[in-house]
Nanobody
């Protein structure tokens, strides 16, 4: 399993950004797949997840209504569209597989991408 996140950078508060995750050596449509983030000195936080099987999506309360997860099984890609970004969204974002979206512990994850929200 290989996962590579990209698309991070610096954005002003209120701005938008889309992260991408390229998955390789496994088929996305057989896994629950999502994003978590980690900021310096803070606990890992699950951000969003796409559930295997029922295709339900889950969001942390802190991002609900602002972030949208999507995926393209044919391209083996996962995306995280982030709107109305806040300074507290600053973190390294990782895409990851999960045994299920209700499990807070990721199974596999790759190198993350830094998102910095600052004016």
């Amino acid at each position: 399993v290989q996962l590579q996140a990209s698309g991070g950078g610096l954005v002003q508060p209120g701005g938008s950004m889309t992260l991408s995750c390229a998955a390789s050596r496994f088929a996305l449509d057989y896994y629950s797949i999502g994003w978590f983030r980690q900021a310096p000195g803070k606990e890992r936080e699950g951000v969003s997840c796409f559930s295997f099987g029922d295709e339900k999506t889950y969001y942390a309360d802190s991002v609900k209504g602002r972030f949208t997860i999507s995926k393209d099984n044919a391209k083996n890609m996962v995306y995280l569209k982030m709107n109305s970004l806040k300074p507290e969204d600053t973190a390294v974002y990782h895409c990851a597989t999960y045994t299920g979206c209700l499990d807070p512990n990721p199974t596999y994850w790759g190198q993350g991408t830094q998102v910095t929200v600052s004016s």
